[in-house]
């Protein structure tokens, strides 16, 4: 491994303790996530269907692959027969896609609802109104080859790390409202730049990129 690369891994793996870290490799090159694969490596994130699939096709099979970023209904089928944990379902219709590709695979995927904790509107994701109406709703409940495993967020990309606390300190919330009931265990968020503020409000899965990759 790159001495760089092995470098940050480490230094992040010191401060994080038993949280989960997912490596984000999108823009990176092969050669670079097979690096990371020989120090131990085996969750990565990417945030574009294209990518993921290319990078699925050209590395280990024992890879647990993360998809990230926005998905489209179209896209799902792409990802179905392997895809490890989607973070970023924002509606039911997108879920009943990816219920439907999951079951022509024979597969349960698992999922995490994406909640829009940002004040930036670019951002994607439920309100909680919006996430409380899916939960309620029977074709939520009758869909049978899909598992939510809790919730992700990324907070406003700013340097007022009063405002990240407070964003993530709602999404926790949240997460903490609905756990016991639904069985989450899974709450993700974080990035290279508030992990340590995720995980002291509670984050348990981060998902870091550019810090592991950038030489410091
Ligand atoms: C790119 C990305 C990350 C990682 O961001 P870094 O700042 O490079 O660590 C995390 N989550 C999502 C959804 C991303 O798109």
């Known amino acids: 491994m790159s001495h760089s690369i092995c470098k940050n891994i480490k230094q992040i793996e010191q401060e994080i303790g038993n949280t989960q870290l997912v490596v984000v490799s999108k823009y990176r090159s092969l050669p670079e996530l097979q690096e990371v694969y020989d120090g131990g490596h085996r969750h990565y994130g990417e945030n574009r269907v ?9 590395l280990p099979k024992d890879i647990h692959w993360h998809l990230i970023g926005h998905l489209q209904s179209n896209k799902v089928k792409y990802i179905a027969p392997f895809i ?61 080859h899909v598992a939510c495993k809790g919730l992700m967020g990324m907070a406003s990309n700013t340097e007022d790390i009063d405002q ?53």
């Open 50 to 58: 294209q990518e993921l699939t290319t990078k699925y096709e050209n």
């Open 84 to 144: 490890y944990l989607i973070h970023s379902i924002d509606s039911l219709k997108l879920l009943k896609e990816v219920d439907k590709e999951a079951r022509k695979h024979q597969r349960v995927i698992s999922f995490l609802f994406q909640m829009h904790i940002a004040q930036e509107e670019t951002k994607f994701g439920l309100s909680k109104t919006e996430l409380d109406e899916i939960l309620l709703d029977q074709e939520y409940i009758n869909l049978t």
């Open 164 to 216: 990240v606390k407070k964003e993530f300190e709602y999404l926790n919330s949240v997460y903490t409202e609905l756990k016991d009931k639904h069985h989450y265990d899974t709450l993700s968020m974080g990035m290279s730049g508030d992990y340590l503020t995720a995980i002291a409000e509670g984050s348990n899965l981060i998902r870091v990129g550019s810090k592991i990759f950038s030489v410091q």
